[in-house]
């Protein structure tokens, strides 16, 4: 699944950092390609972190974070298997 991901942020990400400032993200956002290929409840999520960004750009990490994530706290790790995880801080 990461590998999905990986191909899809890479196309945006032209120099490689593995990081796509937060104004092109937002154009990234509005590209057919990117759209048809996140669903429309995390694209949401996207434009709301780069709306609120305090940093200069998305990381791949962030973007996989929001990409990954299911309802009820859960990341997609293949399409047989589920991962638990724990938010960082709190318990």
Avoid: Y
Avoid at 17 to 34: H, K, R, S, V, Y
Avoid at 53 to 67: D, G, K, L, R, W
Avoid at 75 to 89: N, P, Q
């Amino acid at each position: 699944m990461h590998d999905k991901w990986r191909l899809l942020f890479d196309r945006f990400d032209p120099e490689g950092f593995g990081e796509i400032p937060w104004p092109d993200f937002l154009q990234t956002l509005q590209n057919p390609d990117f759209i048809a290929q996140v669903p429309p409840h995390k694209r949401e999520i996207l434009l709301d972190k780069a709306k609120s960004a305090t940093s200069p750009a998305i990381t791949f990490q962030e973007f996989v974070n929001v990409a990954c994530r299911c309802p009820g706290g859960v990341h997609e790790a293949s399409d047989h298997h589920i991962i638990m995880f724990r938010s960082s801080g709190r318990h």
